[in-house]
């Protein structure tokens, strides 16, 4: 069974600078994806940025950006320019896509607080 | 473009009633799931839908039961409502690969 794991359940930071937020994985799957997602106050789950596991080189999505560790098992996201508009809780997502199910396994999540 | 619609927004029952919470999504997607949210908790998996007329338990079934009703709806029954079932509960559906899962607004339950 695949597991993603969270370890800070809360993080801060200025606005307008950068933070990176640190997601680990387990699984014994090659065949795979990592997400991250976000979850306003609204409490709306909106994608930020995906990673295939077949791909070497690391996503980006604007301010948005990962670092894919794929022997070590490890996917954190870095937000750029921290706006305040990026607090939420932000959730690490996988799935394996090597059957007709493709079941997501989310981590315990992050809250992110943007400072003024 | 609806993408996955879930019903009610909110709802508050009384131990032991029973309710449906009703989903349904617009995109062809063969999977869908429901998810429960807790603090601290993340999000786990309460029941998913691999394709249509199939249903598999995850995470966290017990004290629930779930119908694929069709391609389109994918519809999550709690029996006889605990206290513990207080939550806040998504619905997803995604491709068959998996590319991507789109949220349903969620339906905040409190059982009192």
């Known amino acids: 069974a695949q597991t993603v794991t969270q370890s800070q359940p809360e993080m801060s930071v200025q606005e307008a600078e950068t933070v990176t937020l640190s997601c680990t994985y387990d699984t014994s799957e090659s065949n795979y994806y990592l997400f991250w997602y976000k979850q306003p106050p609204s409490r709306q789950m909106i994608l930020v940025i995906r990673?295939?596991?077949?791909?070497?080189q690391n996503a980006t999505e604007n301010r948005f950006s990962v670092n894919f560790q794929k022997a070590a098992k490890s996917f954190s996201l870095k937000i750029s320019d921290s706006q305040l508009g990026d607090t939420a809780m932000y959730f690490c997502a996988f799935t394996s896509y090597t059957g007709a199910n493709s079941k997501l396994t989310f981590g315990k999540g992050i809250t992110l607080s943007v400072r003024p | 473009n609806a993408g996955v619609t879930q019903t009610p927004k909110f709802q508050v029952l009384k131990t032991g009633q029973s309710m449906t919470l009703q989903c349904a999504q617009d995109?062809?997607?063969?999977?869908m799931y429901w998810y429960r949210q807790d603090p601290g908790m993340g999000l786990r998996l309460i029941y998913y839908?691999?394709?249509?007329?199939?249903?598999d338990k995850g995470e966290v079934p017990n004290g629930y039961n779930v119908s694929r009703l069709n391609k389109r709806e994918f519809s999550l029954r709690l029996e006889s409502a605990a206290p513990s079932q207080t939550s806040v509960y998504f619905c997803a559906s995604s491709a068959i690969r998996g590319v991507e899962a789109f949220f349903g607004q969620g339906t905040r339950l409190t059982v009192v």
């Open positions: 839908s691999a394709s249509e007329g199939t249903t």
């Open positions: 995109m062809n997607h063969n999977s």
């Open positions: 990673q295939e596991a077949y791909k070497q």
